[in-house]
DNA sequence: AATGAATGAGAGTTCATTCAT
DNA sequence: GATGAATGAACTCTCATTCAT
């Protein structure tokens, strides 16, 4: 937990420390990601962010945190304002594109989205791979079950697998056009939001037989 | 690439620095690596590691590569033997066991999948993912279009969906039993090869639909 | 000296930061021991030690009198309890009995004993070690005397050489039983009180022809 | 153990460093004493004497062990060229004061020694002062049974009391010119070593009754 | 008077790489 | 070609103290 110092912070300088790990996180990941990069960007004295947060470690799991907490209320937002009542393929299609433009406008929480994601030393992922799945489930599980019991998912398909391949295709649409080497097979590497969105539609359609009723 | 003396040295003692450095790698990732444990472990001098490879980088892109040829002949070895005279499902299934069978009895192979798949360095990862995946999809594409010109799958499968399916799921295959927070649905972390096998099956029925005939 | 503040704040919290600063300062001596650790464990804002005292040294000097203070007048009191009818050498050997009991069950006055002995930097060492002597010289040179007009120490003593080695077995008494590789002779290490008793008469009978009369 | 790059180096190099070191620690004591002065002082850059010893401790321990071992090969040098014909007592005043102006010559000899038994660090002292006070023993302990053996010692004299006091004294003659508040009682602080003599003669003629026979 | 915040200096240690032999 | 040595830059983290409220 951070210090009761960084609790009673004003806002802009909590959110000039917050983006400045961000970036720094985001763009090296937890181990080559430096605290003098941070302390310099959050132009603040490296002493200083230390009184913030104990340890680097302390940073950056509530920078993870903080992401993950943002971004899920985001898209909470965003997939509560979509239309109910369309086909539910035509409704996931709709979910990955909003997905995919958050991502796009948000290349800080994308950044730490990866850092989490990617981190090897399992002490710093244990901090934080869980956390960030169990925000997505928290978000997928639901809206699952609500189609299924609507009748608009086919009563035999196996909630677990569908459960896991989304929350895989929710961290490929995420990555996958910022990254080189992850999508080798669709193109998604460079292409921008609306370039993205064919293969979004691509990719559920492809998927189709899985859910759909009949 | 290596220097000429690295290609003029004794297999063992290019054994003894590959299997050195899968070790660091793949416990360590890239950038959190070090040389010096690397030599330490090989039993040569920092000095004359970096006579042999060029710098940091080089060694690691030349031990992915080396690393991914041999799980690709492998696997290729593996899956030929396979029985193809069964059903595709459980061909399939067939298939994820025996990868989830090698990579239990290859932890540095494992390690180092793992090192290139989450490495956040752009230039590092270039070097890396992109061969990896061709490497994959060098088996799985040929193997995916016998069947289908077999007539074992639907017609109207899309064949891209199908293939970058097949690569997250291998790789989520490789990686979810070994570290903790990537797969929270399925229950993948800590199970011995035997207790992955039901699991194995129950992913590839979820999934059935997808290629399943009539 | 401490400030004014220091002196109008209630007996609590004094005690507690006394407490606090022995047991900090006993462990870790002057220089490594740390005030954050103390005002941490007195429960007060660093910044608030500060306004007791001065500076580091200033504590530290003041703590060090404190003990000496109280070590010494417990230490009279039980001196002074003592009966005086016995041997010399019977006394000598209660009295070394009372410290050793008194050291145990004191493990803070210890530790600043041994702090304050230890200390290397001229600065502090000055503040403290000749107030540590002069005050058990105050109890041990009235008490020779006091013997030896009694006519039970031999009048040929040379009294300083006495008193010199008395001031040593105290500190010997004190701290080798605590810390390892000061006795390396007697053993003392690691003993009880029970355990020391033998051996601090060992000490005091082959001392006898100092000071046994005839 | 020091690195194989240190014993390969030339001794000039050698004696430099470790001369920087004595003083450093000498003066500040382990923990207080700095890796970077010792560097600067020795003129070469710190991570090179981290390139000849692994840590700070290993580099305390050895300094320490280097000046025992010069230290008692020195003194049993001197030690064996006194005139072992004269009476015990006379012997003794001249080892003293052999002693005395040894560590009157030898600054950071004498710093070492005040470094090793001052050290609160348990982990620390633990490598120093036992190793010490073996060499020490190992000096006193077979003169003091020569001497026994040949009748110039009272035979009911305590060897184990002798030696402890033998080895207390030569740590208070060692440091008590040179650090004040140690010696409260005979004045040893800021003496001359010809000004010692005549207080180590009276220290001796004063413990005369423990050894002197009939 | 109390106290939270700030801070510069410095600590020990690791590292990839270069250089000289 | 092999290798020991050197090295500067960077790292995280701690500390006693000062300042402003």
Redesign the pocket.
Known sequence: MP???WF??NVA?RERVVNAAMREFGTHGFST?????IALEAE?????L???F????ELFAYVCDDVCRRVREEMERRVGGLDFDQPFEDWLVDVFCEWSEFIADHPLERGMTAAGTHELDTGVRGLVRETTNQHYLQIIEPMLQLWRDAGKIRADADSQVLTTLALMLFQHVALAPYYDGIDSVLGLYGQSVEEQRPVIRQLVAGLGPLFSVG
């Open positions: 210090t009761s110092t009673r912070l300088q990601g430096s605290l003098s990069s603040i004295p490296e002493s200083v230390l009184r913030y104990n340890d680097k470690q």
